[in-house]
């Protein structure tokens, strides 16, 4: 057999009383790994048993370790009547399946049950032995590393980037056969969790194979989603981006001082070691500068890869060299297109799940390119034929990539991709940024010379990737071009979106900030093509005005480029809501944005001109506050623009001290400070009324409910000043009729400042929460933070029930106390302290694992990757307002979830999370029999770091490991 696995059950603790005569337990576990199942002795009446069984051995091929997830089930032994269940584990082998794993994973692990949370834990030991198999038919990919993160790695260096894998998974969902109407809902959750993971396991899996055979070892970008299609079925997608990665020496790493910012890369000496000795082999490792890049010629590998998509001609029509006309080319025009000709003939149109890159490796950027698609879905009667669902992803690939040809590029990054479901209705959505990228970087070469190879004088300048990659002559839209402020020699438009992280080599004068437009539609109750008809028909309108808005609000803070701009169209039964978040920043190269003029007929009535006179006077101002505060030194023709201007001028400022961004860095701060807070909250909001509301009303009760929301986290992290939030990621859904959830994660990070104490001193709450301007109530930063604004011109009333369950955020706890002392270790959270037993143990230390959405740890060093985190959880609940309304349960199961990852890391031996997400968050509630159900799914990267403090003692001693612990406070968690 090519492997075995081994798994001892050592003890549990803190168990919930099962026996009510006797108020204990007896337990026993079952270990069930594919179709094979062992169980311990039964632990008779304990709370905390020691079963310390022998190793339990399971041979299997290597495809089953892949795919399958070691089941742990704890019950409760009774002599005359069924087992009662107590929790499972659920454990996933593959980061013990590289050839750089840990040799075992041991540690405490919550003991799970989806409809009493967390019940105890358990102390699992794992270990896998896989044998040499060199069959070359073999249906796994052991050895293939995949990283959540956006960017290449920190202790690895890619020696080739491969291009673009993509897979998906299609099968029916438990929670809609027909034995669900028979069976309890405890196996009715547990049957699709494991579902879910069987085929994340086999997702995983076939993407790695893919990987394999483009002559990869890793994925980078890997991103996953689930698409609950309700009676349909179930649908379990992933994307990524396919490398050859080297690891770099640890020996260095270890040594080095840490950077404080991924900006600061460290050039390091690498080793070498085959990353991936088993299959496909790469060859000997190339002595490369840490973090450069060569592109295979290999083609992006996909179902549609034989089809329609080797059709397109990937060398551009246009000259890309200079965007400014064909006499204004001359011979490095020629030279560019003879280049990237050469490194394109024969390639298919790249994608890239990649936002960050080396400086030189994007030469220009053309602009954001996205794609939406309505679809009807049908019911999956083959899960071995995913045809529908890859076609209709072929169809929107393809016309990402015909409108990166129409802006004269060769390349797509920052690509990503996303869905809405509403019953049988689909939303497709796919964006990424079009781009030229260096041919130099994209053969196939020893990357020590090219890396410093410039197509022009003005890639150092910082403005090269602003230049336009399209012919001025034939521009696929209208727009004003200018010259390069910088170099004044090629031509610049007025503004730039992408959804890519800001180049390091940018110019950018001043500092950014976070940037949202919200939108939100009616529609008619229809059904069937009726409903994907006026769906269709909203679409482009939103996407239009949601583009409007993104452009005053730019042009409002004085900036002139987005970066990291994402837009989610969410479908409901009689709304459509749109938001855009993007961080706005002032790009040196670009021309200095206008004011904003409101034009149009009015009427002749004196009055309504003096108020259009001061509102003009307003927003002149505000541009003018906007370039102090984001230290910036350098019309709309519309008759219903009073509306809009209105809505802008709402806005609550950013407090003093705050800075705000939804991508990993701020562009103008670089300074950080170790001290970081993540935090993830999840709001329930219910509108009343909604089909009497206008279209106003209803842009105004959802652009409240956000700014609500962000005034509430500036409040609690007030102590913190002065930081930047960074990483702001909104997720909007329309789980029911009327019912709106917004759910947000975000790290807040500290920054030294000269007036930083001055600041603080003179910071108190009230003056905290206070807008800039003055005698204007509207932009007044009011102190009631579960109070929603009422406008008295609109009926928008929010259920003060919801208000107040979902209103109460916990004080955040301090970034600085990261290491505490406990009676006992344990990674479950203080809410579940009930659940543990008087028995008192050893004092002992406990490091907290560090958790945040970016791929770094400020004044940190990360030395290791321990494997992908991607876990998915379920909890129902039958007592909603006795766990304390929906704001008690949601606040409870994100406390949980943290907990069951922060275990999992630290079984691997691993001391944080990097680039985390909460990638899904379906919350389902029935107030009428009291019942409430969510289910979100999580994902990051598992890793070991060494801040500054502990480099130098790293040397001299081993690092401790120990458990670690959640802390439970509530809905911004730690």
Known sequence: MPGKLKVRIVAGRHLPVMDRASDLTD????????????????FPKSLNPQWNSEWFKFEVDDEDLQDEPLQITVLDHDTYSANDAIGKVYIDIDPLLSNE??????????????????????????????????????????????????????????????????????????????????????????????????????????????????????????LQCFDLEGESGLVVRAIGTACTLDKLSNTATSLLPPCSSPSKDLKEVPFSEDPNPVTHSSGPSTPL???????????????????????????????????????????????????????????????????TFPPGFLVHVGGVV????????????????????????????????????????????????????????????????????????????????????????????????????????????????????????????DVLFTTIEPPLEAAVTGKGCLIQARLCRQKKKTQGEANATAISNLLPFMEYELHTQLMNKLKLRGMNALFGLRIQITVGENMLMGLASATGVYLT???????????????SDSSYEQHISNMQKKINDM??????????????????????????????????????????????INNWTSDLQMFTSVRVFRLNNVTSLTSHGLNKAFSDLCENLLKTLYFKLRSMVPCCLCHVNFNVALPEDELIQVAVTAVAITYDKDQAQCIAKACTDRT????????????????????????????????????????????????TQRVVSLDKASPLTEAHTRHRSPVSCTTSTVTVVEMTPLSFIPGAKITKYLGIINMFFIRETTSLRE???????????????????????????????????????????????????????????????????DVESASSQPQTSGLQIGNGSGDVVT
């Open 101 to 222: 794993a840990a040799a075992i994973l041991s540690g405490w692990f919550p003991i799970y049950d989806t409809i009493h949370g967390i019940r105890g834990e358990i102390n699992v030991m794992v270990k896998v032995d896989l044998f040499n198999d060199l069959n070359r038919f073999r249906q796994s990919s052991c050895g293939v590393k995949f990283f959540c993160t956006a960017s290449i790695p920190k202790c690895y260096k890619a020696v080739t980037i491969h291009g673009f894998v993509e897979e998906l998974v299609v099968n029916e969902d438990p929670e809609y056969q027909w034995i669900d109407r028979i069976r309890t809902p405890r196996a009715s959750n547990e049957a699709r969790q494991r579902l879910i993971s069987l085929m994340s396991g086999e997702l995983q899996r076939k993407i790695g194979l893919k990987v394999l055979e483009m002559g990869g070892n890793a994925v980078v970008g890997y």
């Open 27 to 42: 337990a026993f576990v079952e270990v069930k790994f594919g179709n094979t199942t062992f169980k311990t002795d039964v």
């Open 623 to 668: 541009i003018i506050k906007n370039r102090e505060i984001y230290e910036i030194n350098p019309p709309i023709d519309d008759a219903d623009a009073v509306e809009d201007i209105h809505s802008l001028l709402t806005d609550a400022p950013t407090p003093a001290g705050f800075y705000s961004c939804n991508t990993e860095t701020m562009p103008g």
């Open 370 to 493: 996205s794609a939406r698609s309505v679809k009807l879905l049908d019911r999956i009667h083959n899960p071995d034929e995913p045809e529908t669902r890859d076609a209709w992803w072929a169809e929107i690939r393809q016309e990402i990539k015909s409108h990166g040809k129409a802006l004269g590029c060769h390349a797509v990054v920052g690509y990503s991709e996303s869905t809405s479901i509403c019953e049988e209705v689909c939303i497709l959505s796919a964006s990424g940024t079009a781009a030229v990228l260096n041919p130099k970087m994209l053969q196939d070469c020893s990357m020590e010379g090219c890396s410093e190879h410039r197509l022009d004088d003005t890639s150092s300048q910082g403005c090269s990737f602003c230049h336009i990659p399209y012919d001025e002559l034939n521009m696929p839209f209208p727009a004003h071009l200018t010259y390069c402020y910088v170099c004044r020699k090629q031509k610049v438009p």
């Open 768 to 815: 905290l929460l206070k807008a800039s301007t003055e005698n204007e109530d509207q932009l007044q930063f009011t102190l009631e933070l579960c109070m929603e604004s009422q406008s008295s011109q609109s009926a928008v009333h929010f259920s003060p029930s919801k208000v107040t369950e979902s209103g109460n955020l916990q004080q955040v706890t301090p970034a």
């Open 883 to 949: 766990e304390g309304g929906v704001s008690g349960f949601l606040h409870a199961f994100i406390a949980e979830v943290f907990a069951m990852v922060r275990a999992h890391v630290a079984a691997l031996g691993g001391n944080a999370v990097v680039s985390y997400i909460m990638k899904q968050c379906v919350f389902m509630e029935n107030p009428n029999k009291n019942q409430a159900q969510c289910l979100i799914n999580v994902s990051g990267d598992a890793v070991n770091f060494f801040k500054d403090a």
């Open 589 to 603: 190269a670009l021309p200095s944005p206008g004011g904003i003029q409101i034009a149009g007929k009015t009427p």
């Open 289 to 355: 500068k840490n973090q450069t890049y060569s592109f295979s010629p290999s083609k992006s590998y996909s179902r549609q890869s034989s089809s329609s998509d080797t059709d397109l001609s990937l060398t551009p029509k246009t000259g890309m060299g200079s965007g400014s006309g064909g006499k204004d080319g001359g011979p490095l025009k020629t030279l560019y297109r003879q280049q990237t000709q050469s490194a394109f003939e024969h390639r298919e149109f790249p994608f890239f799940t990649l936002t």
